[in-house]
Each structure stands twice: as C-alpha cells, then as structure tokens.
C-alpha cells in the first residue's frame, strides 16, 4: 500500500495550495481518504475527510470555508484544495484512508480509525 502525498511547499499568508495523494495497493473506492496535519510540537490532528464514494466529506472547524476536500476514483487521487491560508495552517500534512465498515459507515475523524497513512508533504504559511 503507498500513499503518496505532493503538492506542498511555502506559501504567503492568504494563498493557496492544492495538496494530492494518489493511492496505490488498495481498492481505492472501499475506503474513506482523510488528511491530517501535524505541526512542530504538536499532535497529529484531523483536517478534513471525505467518504468513500465521495457523497459526503467532514472538516475540522478551523479549516471550514477554506479548505475542500476531493477525491477522483479513477484516478485513485485524493486532494485537498486550501485557500486563505494562515500561519497557523503550517504543519506537515499526512494523507490517510480508512476502510468502510458499511456502506452507510460514517466518515472517521479519529486518528486510530485511518489504516494507512502516507509519507507527509510540508506546507509553510509565511506571514
């Protein structure tokens, strides 16, 4: 299984960046994809997740509004496209997936509920 996360890099305060991670080793459209973000000296934390079957997706309050979450099932890619960043959206962004329980499973916001994770890209908010 590889999850390979690009898209990264060092941006001003209030721009963008579109981070993508294409999936590998696993049947894509069984699982729900997620990012996660870590920054120095802190947890792990949930941004933003979307279903399976790309239906639903779910954000952390912070990031609503500026953040969407996307995902291509025949391209096994999923993306996070994040406008308005801030400074305190720096962190190393992890991309994940979590096989569905059910068809009507709920999405995870959970870090143990994500099975594979992928290598991080870093992203850097310049104020």
């Known amino acids: 299984v590889q999850l390979q996360a690009s898209g990264g890099g060092l941006v001003q305060d209030g721009g963008s960046l579109r981070l993508s991670c294409a999936a590998s080793?696993?049947?894509?459209?069984?699982?729900?994809m997620g990012w996660f973000r870590q920054a120095p000296g802190k947890e792990r934390e949930f941004v933003a997740a979307?279903?399976?079957?790309?239906?639903?997706?779910i954000y952390t309050e912070s990031v609503k509004g500026r953040f969407t979450i996307s995902r291509d099932n025949g391209k096994t890619t999923v993306y996070l496209q994040m406008n308005n960043l801030k400074p305190e959206d720096a962190a190393v962004y992890y991309c994940?997936?979590?096989?569905?329980?059910?068809?009507?499973?709920?999405?995870?916001?959970?870090?143990?509920?994500?099975?594979?994770w992928g290598q991080g890209t870093l992203v850097t908010v310049s104020s």
């Open positions: 080793g696993i049947f894509f459209e069984s699982h729900h």
């Open positions: 979307i279903a399976y079957n790309g239906n639903n997706a």
């Open positions: 994940t997936a979590a096989p569905r329980r059910s068809v009507i499973s709920p999405i995870p916001m959970r870090r143990e509920e994500y099975k594979y």
